[in-house]
């Protein structure tokens, strides 16, 4: 069995209004991690990951850079609880 972690991500800059979920869902997609992301309302956006530990660490450090409109200035992560209903990546409403 692999073994799974998952993070949570607030993602702070200009995240909102430059492709910043969409483009998260092909990265996580393409990483092959489980989760969502969605924008809230002060502006940040909030992201679940969970996957293999090199596979999450590789969209952590995407969501550092973020598609190319963005302009990210911080990225907090903390450790989450692992969710094992989750199946593939969603964008989800604003929070």
């Given amino acids: 069995m692999t073994h799974v972690v998952a993070r949570r991500l607030v993602i702070s800059g200009r995240v909102q209004g430059v492709g910043f979920r969409e483009a998260t869902v092909d990265a996580a997609r393409a990483a092959g ?9 002060d502006g940040t956006v909030e992201v ?16 550092r850079r973020g598609p190319p409109l963005a302009r ?6 903390v450790p989450a609880v692992v969710d094992a209903a989750l199946d593939g990546f969603e964008r989800r409403p604003t929070a």
């Avoid at 489980?34 to 309302?41: D, I, P, S, T």
């Fill in 33 to 41: 991690v489980a989760g969502w992301v969605r924008n809230r309302a």
């Fill in 48 to 63: 679940l990951v969970q996957g293999s530990p090199d596979a999450v660490d590789r969209l952590v450090a995407w969501c």
């Fill in 72 to 77: 990210v200035t911080g990225v907090e992560a």
